[in-house]
Structures are given as structure tokens and as C-alpha cells.
């Protein structure tokens, strides 16, 4: 039997990158699958990709009006939800001197107060026994110029994971968390992160050199790992993450 068949899940920002990559090893386990995005064009081309028990939703998670509406489009496909994937972000990173605060704002929006309010909505949901799985950031342990604000979106998400897990014991739904290292995705772009491509380029070759295995991430492998904490196999853990940066942190 497949690690995941019979459970409902929904990806954010699952239209790409490591969200996307969850959402096929989800599949491959046997899961139905639901994922949001704020692009309409990508989430339907993405949906379609994935095939016939994948379903898309167009949700912006910077915004709380579209937020508060999760739910009831949630519930024009499933009534329930057996995992739910916290994915979708930004990556946007400025020196302290430099930093504004719309971009301020922007991050938090997205990386926090939007993951926040999206369990929040989509708690009444999930079934006793579910699974949250928090997509953090390797930032949240690291010091690195011009993530200041980045890295306390990611390092907040860490706390809500125990202190989440706590709150939701008598309903047996477990929360962890995991933090990649740097990753291939479409966010690694001059566009998206903000960088022009001289100095995007010269963050990948910095991160490299520190990434003991000497290369970045793959989406399959973090793809995995959320897959691990969405199944039975991680049933007695809870409040708990796991770093997949190929021992940039711990080497």
C-alpha cells in the first residue's frame, strides 16, 4: 500500500518548485492532491500537468481577503484535508540600511502572517490525526548579509511549529517543519530574489563553496522528506524539524 493512499492534502504555492515536486511524490503516494498559487495560468497548467487528482485553487497568500476564502473553495473539492503543506513564499533579501518597509511588510505578509492565517482557516478542516508541514529556510539557523528579514520569517515559523503542536495535541494533528538549504527552484532567480544576475550569480557560487556535498538541492529531495512528516512513518513526531541542506549547517 502506498505511504499516502486515501489521504486528502493541499500544497500552498504548490504551482512550483518545491511545492509543485511535493505535489507529485504526493501523488505518487497515493494522495489526492489540492494546490494554490496566485498566478491563475501557472496553477491551471500545473494542475493539468499533475494529472486527474490534482486540483487547483487560485489563492494569493499575501492577502488576507483571498486567505479568509481558502476554506470554501477548499470545500468545493473535499470536505476534509489529511495534510496540509505550508510552501508558499518569498525570498527577497536587503541590507538593514536599505531595507523598506513595504519590502518588509511583503515578506512577513507572505512568509508568516499568510502561513499563519492559512492554518487558521484551514484547521476546521483537517482531520484528527493530520499532518502540517512547515517549508522554513536554512536562514532561520544561519547568518547571512541581507537576510535579516527573511530569516525571521522562517525562524517565526519554527516556533509556530511547537508551540502549534502543543495547542493542537488533543486533536493528535501533528506540526513540523522543514528547512532547506539552498534549492534549484524558480525562486533561485535575479527576478525573485531581487538580485541583479552579477550578484546572483555570485551568491551561488558563495553557498556552494559552503554545501559540503558541493551542490545545491534538488526539489525532489526536499519533496521527500515533506512526504516523510505527511505519512504515518513520523507518527510520533511533533514540533520537530529536519534541516536538508547537504550538512551546510551542521558540518
Do not use: C, W
Not at 34 to 51: D, F, H, M, W, Y
Not at 90 to 97: I, M, R
Not at 120 to 135: A, E, F, T
Amino acid at each position: 500500500m502506498k505511504k499516502l493512499e486515501g489521504k486528502t492534502a493541499i500544497i500552498t504555492g504548490g504551482n512550483s518548485g518545491i511545492g509543485f515536486a511535493t505535489a507529485k511524490e504526493f501523488l505518487a503516494q497515493g494522495a489526492k492532491v489540492i494546490i494554490t498559487g496566485r498566478n491563475e495560468k501557472s496553477v491551471r497548467e500545473a494542475a493539468a500537468e499533475l494529472g486527474e487528482n490534482a486540483f487547483g485553487i487560485v489563492s494569493d497568500s499575501a492577502h488576507m481577503e483571498e486567505i479568509t476564502k481558502l476554506a470554501e473553495q477548499v470545500k468545493t473539492i473535499t470536505q476534509t484535508l489529511d495534510i496540509v503543506v505550508i510552501n508558499a513564499g518569498v525570498g527577497k533579501f536587503n541590507s538593514l540600511e536599505n531595507m523598506s518597509e513595504e519590502m518588509f511588510d511583503e515578506i512577513m505578509n507572505i512568509n508568516f502572517k499568510g502561513a499563519y492565517f492559512s492554518i487558521q482557516q484551514l484547521l476546521p478542516l483537517i482531520n484528527n490525526g493530520g499532518s502540517i508541514i512547515l517549508n522554513t529556510s536554512i536562514n532561520a539557523h544561519i547568518g547571512m548579509a541581507g537576510a535579516t528579514v527573511y530569516a525571521a520569517s522562517k525562524s517565526a515559523l519554527l516556533t509556530l511549529a511547537k508551540n502549534l503542536s502543543a495547542e493542537l495535541t488533543s486533536r493528535k494533528i501533528r506540526v513540523n517543519a522543514v528547512s532547506p538549504g539552498p534549492v534549484g527552484t524558480p525562486l533561485h532567480s535575479s527576478e525573485k530574489l531581487g538580485l541583479s544576475e552579477e550578484d546572483l550569480q555570485s551568491m551561488g557560487e558563495s553557498l556552494t563553496k559552503q554545501i559540503p556535498v558541493g551542490r545545491f538541492g534538488e526539489a525532489e529531495e526536499i519533496a521527500k522528506t515533506i512526504s516523510f512528516f505527511a505519512s504515518d512513518d513520523s507518527s510520533f513526531i511533533l514540533g520537530s524539524e529536519l534541516i536538508i541542506d547537504g550538512g551546510m549547517y551542521n558540518l
